[in-house]
Nanobody
Framework: QAQLVESGGGLVQPGGSLRLSCAAS????????MSWYRQAPGKDRELVAT???????NYADSAKDRFTISRDNAKNTVYMQMNSLKPDDTAVYYC?????????WGQGTQVTVSS
């Protein structure tokens, strides 16, 4: 049974940092493109960052220069380091794995940026 479990969310002040983790199991992690999405209250789910099996990454404009996605295939884990956090970053962050037409979602982890 494929499963993605996010962790690392929480409450942080503006300008602070968090590192999200997504631990994968039940799949051949190294062949999957991994992404982080987020969904804020009243808004659609949006793609934040993607890292493919070769290690190349892409970011939403809102995340560029602040967020860094990475993966450790030996640990079956994808990370997202989030720096200089803003209130607009407040959302539930979801891990996503994709290989061709096969994809999986994590359950989400809440990130709240507030003073």
């Amino acid at each position: 049974q494929a499963q993605l479990v996010e962790s690392g969310g929480g409450l942080v002040q503006p300008g602070g940092s968090l590192r999200l983790s997504c631990a994968a199991s039940g799949l051949t992690f190294s062949i999957y493109a991994m992404s982080w999405y987020r969904q804020a209250p009243g808004k659609d789910r949006e793609l934040v960052a993607t890292i493919n099996r070769g290690g190349s990454s892409n970011y939403a404009d809102s995340a560029k220069d602040r967020f860094t996605i990475s993966r450790d295939n030996a640990k079956n884990t994808v990370y997202m380091q989030m720096n200089s956090l803003k209130p607009d970053d407040t959302a539930v962050y979801y891990c996503h794995a994709r290989f061709a037409s096969v994809f999986f979602w994590g359950q989400g982890t809440q990130v709240t940026v507030s003073s």
